[in-house]
C-alpha cells in the first residue's frame, strides 16, 4: 500500500468502526444525540492521521496534527457534555418520527 493511500484507508477504518459503534448505541438507547461527538472526534482524529502521516514538512505537519486533534477533542467534548445523558435532540427525533421503521436502515 502506497504511503499516500495508508492514511486515507487508516481513517475510513477507524471511521467506520466508530460510527458502527455509534450506530449500535443509538439503536439500543434510541438516542442518537451522541453522534454529533463522534463527528468531530472522526474529523479531528482524521485531521491528524493525515497531517502526520502527509509529505512535507515535519514541524508544520506536527503542529497541524495537533492543531486537528485538539479542535475534535475539545468540539467532540463540549457535544458529548451537552447531549449524553439528555433527550434525543429534535433533529434526530424528527428523523426517527419521518422514516418510521426505515429509521435503522436511514441512521
Known sequence: MS?????????AV?????????????KRTKNAGEVDA?????????????????PGDATGR??????????GLRLGIY????????PEDGRYACFREEWGDKVDFNM
Open 38 to 54: 463522534v463527528w468531530a472526534w472522526s474529523l479531528g482524529g482524521s485531521g491528524a492521521i493525515y497531517a502526520l502521516t502527509g
Open 79 to 86: 457535544l458529548w457534555r451537552r447531549n449524553h445523558g439528555k
Open 62 to 71: 506536527w503542529v497541524m496534527g495537533v492543531l486537528a486533534l485538539l479542535w
Open 3 to 11: 504511503a499516500t493511500v495508508f492514511p486515507v484507508v487508516l481513517a
Open 14 to 26: 477507524l471511521m467506520v468502526l466508530a460510527f458502527s459503534l455509534t450506530w449500535a448505541v443509538q
